[in-house]
């Protein structure tokens, strides 16, 4: 029977139906051929799968990064990043990835950032020299930080679907998200080295400069920080902290930036019906799936395979690495956070991992697998704002993806990386 439902989900997929319809369309033979399971309780898990009090927390993120995004903050954020890091060799693409740094406290999304960079940042980039792969390849790694800095929507749902605490998710994704930025840095300087491209500034800024450019920025940086002092002295939840920072969002941009209009409201509205739409949807038809597989005890006979082929915790972890990355290649990340960690899960658990730790791996692994080919979701964003062919991506992308498994590689070596700041803190 899993295989029958494997099967179908991929040929739907294979078809062009939607993920979320092709999830719940996969699960129909459990219902009609087994007998376990009547088709009532499809609809009660649909229903059940929304009535969570955590999961509030996503339409209260996502609500609070578009009014931010409409207040004009992410200017006030570019200029920033650039004072910081545009005299570097190869100046915008530092500047976008110490962005996708900052924004991360405000998006939540890695295919937002992506988005809002390759509008942004793209043309200039470009302009300046840059090539346009080089540029799409850039922007595209560097969304990948913001998956890992609170409050990232990826950990919110990895929290939600596998019972982790979801301020410790925020909390053990501050350091390796600090860590990414400098590898992915350090990657960039790098190849503009090699390939001649010059700073975006021709002089290391003053600090007056730096110092007047943070405190217009400053609004927009405590954003992160509150959630973490607020997690760390208890005064909110993961669901709370989102209703607080949507209040905090609409006095910064009625009071402080004075930008938020009736018509910038009503905006940032639609935007975040649109999105908060295609994310429940698909939490709707993963649940049904997801329900169908463990009446089908796939979790259970997973776990089986992989302890019949080592019992080495170190190669069940590599194990579950590439298998997260295959399925990332094929899935949208939300999807596969609420179809596939349910599942390798237990086995991490079992061979001895924290959950936390084993959390953040799995969502920026998740993240990573929509750079790649065929259905990179960040990849092809990137590539149709800036009309960038994905051949030519790939091979531009090649210096970034080495350094992406040197980044994996640090993650698995030194847990602590991503357990100091929940330990210390919680």
Not at 69 to 76: E, K, L, M
Not at 232 to 260: C, M, S
Not at 317 to 337: D, R
Request: hydrophobic share 60%.
């Amino acid at each position: 029977m899993l295989l029958l439902v494997a099967l179908l989900f991929a040929v739907f997929l294979i078809i062009g139906i939607p993920v979320a319809f092709a999830l719940a369309l996969a699960s129909i033979p459990v219902f009609v051929l087994t007998g376990t399971m009547p088709p009532t309780v499809a609809i009660q898990k649909m229903v059940t799968a929304t009535q969570s009090f955590p999961l509030l927390a996503v339409p209260f993120f996502i609500l609070a990064g578009n009014l931010m995004n409409v207040t004009g903050i992410t200017d006030r954020l570019i200029r920033f990043s650039r004072l910081l890091t545009g005299w570097l060799t190869g100046g915008l693409a530092q500047v976008s990835i110490v962005l996708s740094l900052m924004m991360g406290g405000i998006s939540g999304s890695a295919v937002a950032d992506a988005s809002m960079e390759a509008r942004l940042l793209g043309p200039g980039m470009m302009a300046q020299g840059y090539s346009k792969a080089f540029t799409a390849a850039v922007l595209a790694f560097g969304s990948i930080i913001t998956a890992t800095i609170p409050p990232s929507i990826g950990l919110i749902l990895f929290g939600f679907i596998n019972e982790v605490s979801i301020g410790r998710l925020f909390l053990g994704g501050v350091l390796p998200g600090i860590v990414l930025t400098a590898i992915l840095m350090a990657t960039t300087w790098l190849v503009a080295l090699k390939r001649g491209y010059s700073p975006d500034l021709p002089k290391v800024p003053s600090a007056r400069e730096i110092g007047a450019s943070f405190l217009e920025s400053v609004w927009a940086l405590a954003f992160p920080v509150i959630l973490i002092v607020g997690f760390r002295f208890g005064f909110f939840t993961a669901t709370e902290a989102g209703a607080f920072l949507v209040f905090y969002a609409l006095f910064i941009g009625t009071f402080v930036y004075r930008r938020l209009s009736l018509s910038s409201l009503l905006e940032a509205a639609r935007h975040s019906v649109t999105d908060l739409g295609m994310v429940m949807l698909l939490i709707m038809a993963a649940a049904v799936l997801g329900y169908a597989m463990t009446i089908e005890r796939a979790p259970q006979e997973i776990a089986a395979f992989v302890t019949t082929l080592t019992d080495t915790p170190l190669l069940i972890l590599i194990l579950v690495m590439v298998l997260m990355i295959i399925s990332g290649m094929f899935l949208e990340g939300a999807a596969n956070i609420l179809l596939v960690t349910p599942i390798v899960m237990p086995v991490l658990v079992g061979a001895g991992y924290d959950p936390v730790h084993m959390g953040v791996l799995l969502v920026v692994l998740i993240n990573f697998g929509g750079l790649t080919p065929p259905v990179g979701v960040i990849m092809f964003t990137v590539c149709g704002v800036l009309d960038c062919k994905s051949g030519a991506f790939t091979r531009a992308a090649l210096p970034f993806f080495v350094a992406m498994l040197v980044f994996f590689a640090i993650l698995v070596a030194f847990p602590g990386l991503t357990l100091l700041l929940p330990g210390y803190l919680m």
